[in-house]
Every structure is written in C-alpha cells, then in structure tokens.
C-alpha cells in the first residue's frame, strides 16, 4: 500500500498562489491515474485535477487555466500549482492516487488526508 501525505496548505489573499504536494511512500510511475479533490463545509468533494499515466490532464471547469497538475516520479509526488485564487477556492484538498491490473481492472484507489486551503477576500 502506498500512503499519501498532502502538505502545502494555507491562508493566502484572493489572488495569491499556493502550490500542493502529495508525498507518496513508494512508487507512484505505475499509477493510471493521480488526482486532487476538494471539499468545502457542507459540500460534496469535488475532482479539480486529474493527470493520467499517459500524460493527459483534465480540470474541472472552475479551476481552468488557473491551476495545474504535475508529477514527478523521481521524487513519488504529484503536485498542484494554484494560480489567481479566488475565495471559493476554500477547501480541503486530498491527493488521490488510483492503478489498474492488465485490462484496466481496478487495483488501488488511495487517498491522503487532505490539506485546508483558505483563500480570504
């Protein structure tokens, strides 16, 4: 099992930058998928990045062109660089870390315990 640990978090003013990092505890160059959720109070968690095996990257359309998701397989990280952030961008956010078996069979699914992000106006 992999364990993931998101640090990065914090209080930032409407229009600062902030950058995630999710420590894995091994390997993450096998993983099918990596992503980041958030949850603010009272709402569902929501995907805002995903970054595949293959490369390709998909955000959700609040956070376009503001955000970016990376790896770094030397290191077993993945990260989230957080441009122009806007107080709804309040939230804890969790590292996911998903992989598959031959014929995309779901394997793992892990998730780290999440970092508070409080944007203030």
């Known amino acids: 099992q992999v364990q993931l640990v998101e640090s990065g978090g914090g209080l930032v003013q409407a229009g600062g930058s902030l950058r995630l990092s999710c420590a894995a505890s091994g390997s993450i160059a096998r993983a099918s998928s990596m992503g980041w959720y958030r949850q603010a109070p009272g709402k569902q968690r929501e995907l805002v990045a995903t970054?595949?095996?293959?490369?390709?990257?998909n955000y959700a359309d609040s956070v376009k062109g503001r955000f970016t998701i990376s790896r770094d397989n030397a290191k077993n990280t993945v990260s989230l660089q957080m441009n122009s952030l806007k107080p709804e961008d309040t939230a804890v956010y969790y590292c996911r870390l998903q992989g598959t078996v031959p014929g995309l069979v779901p394997w793992y699914d892990y998730w780290g315990q999440g970092t508070q992000v409080t944007v203030s106006s």
């Open positions: 970054l595949t095996g293959g490369g390709s990257t």
